[in-house]
């Protein structure tokens, strides 16, 4: 069951009405959103409080996003001066189960295979407009460390916080990327709250590879391959098996959601953006990386963390007697850098290439 907010409907800049929600909604659909909601800009207190308490036990595993200045992105009012209200869109990614990459085929998650995050702000971008046009002043925010996103789309109603510790779409589950509008116009908040639809069910806690969801909702960072696979450095032995197949992102606890199970099905299950070949990202040029996937998260935007990944990839699930595979790991085996030479070298073990080592298979 929902619980409804009430406030009373009130007025925007003095003398101008502001649109209304009903008529900002339907722009924003027609423009691509597949859910839109409104609440207030007043701060994310209970999220302020929340992410102060994950960085102090280290949870965060020195990311920076809105944990680097999280005062700021938890008050709208430091985006726009004046800030009244928050527009919030959710976009759908295409996330059907798709069947296991071939051997040295490395996955890609499903908001990282196409521009999601550039389509959403498009369409967001529609609805600011809008509101300029109104005479009110609007930001989008979109994949930005300046406003958490999360807490506006559940404050909006748009759905609840999932055990996974993303928002849950009824009857989507998880499978969206989220953006807001922060504007200056003073719209009715009256949109319902989302009741939690997790229950009792842990197919996410228990369905995480690297156990990284540590109580309900609350993520483990330095244990989680999504963010491992951005972090800068090497990928700790111990997670580097359990990394399989991936060299960006990872799917797991959202696959497991029984909430986003009808929203997969067979139809991308030929996408080409779902995999990538390791030996071609170990043999492309950094230039040839950042113009392919340069939208990504990369560390310090340098190409060999995709190489440290695309090799933890090889030593997972490639064949051994694959010339191409053996030629890049005697490249990598040779290569200037530390960090490639020593997860080339974990790689050629777990092939069971000791040969390439100077050793002998056994």
């Not at 994950?54 to 938890?74: K, Y």
């Not at 589950?173 to 200056?184: I, K």
């Not at 064949?319 to 790991?329: E, G, M, N």
């Amino acid at each position: 069951m929902s619980q409804r907010i009430r406030s009373a409907p009130v007025v925007g800049n003095v003398g101008v009405m502001p649109p209304e929600v009903a008529e900002l909604k339907s722009i924003g659909l027609s423009a691509g959103l597949d859910a839109i909601g409104v609440t207030t800009a007043e701060p994310f207190e209970a999220t302020l409080a929340e992410i102060l308490r994950r960085r102090e036990a280290g949870l965060h595993a020195d990311m920076q996003f809105t944990f680097r200045n999280p005062e700021r992105s938890t008050d709208p009012g430091r985006i726009l001066e004046g800030a009244r209200s928050i527009i919030v869109g959710a976009m759908r990614v295409s996330a059907p189960r798709l069947p296991d990459a071939g051997p040295g085929r490395a996955r890609i998650a499903a908001y990282a295979r196409h521009d999601h995050y550039g389509d959403l702000r498009t369409a967001l971008e529609v609805v600011a407009s809008h509101l300029s046009a109104a005479s009110f002043a609007a930001r989008v925010v979109a994949d930005d460390n300046s406003l958490v996103d999360r807490a506006p789309a559940v404050r909006a109603g748009i759905g609840w916080f999932g055990r996974n510790g993303n928002v849950l779409i009824p009857g989507h589950g998880s499978w969206f990327v989220l953006g807001s509008v922060v504007t200056d116009a003073a719209l009715p908040a009256d949109q319902e709250v989302v009741a939690d639809g997790c229950g009792t069910c842990r197919s996410c806690i228990d369905g995480c590879p690297t156990g990284a969801i540590v109580e309900p909702g609350v993520v483990d960072a330095r244990r989680c391959l999504a963010w491992l696979v951005q972090a800068p450095g090497d990928i700790p032995l111990e997670f580097r098996q359990a990394m399989g197949g991936r060299i960006y992102g990872c799917d797991d606890c959202q696959e497991v959601c029984p909430v986003g199970r009808s929203d997969r099905s067979a139809e991308g299950s030929t996408d080409s953006a779902a995999d990538v070949e390791a030996v071609e990202v170990l043999a492309a040029s950094d230039d040839d990386l950042l113009e392919r996937f340069g939208r990504w998260y990369i560390a310090e935007r340098d190409p060999r963390y995709l190489r440290r990944n695309a090799l933890v990839v090889l030593g997972n699930t490639a064949d051994a007697d694959d010339p191409a595979v053996v030629q890049a790991l005697r490249e990598n085996l040779n290569a200037s850098d530390p960090m490639l030479r020593g997860h080339a070298e974990w790689a050629a073990l777990e092939l069971g290439r000791v040969d390439l080592l100077g050793g002998t298979v056994k």
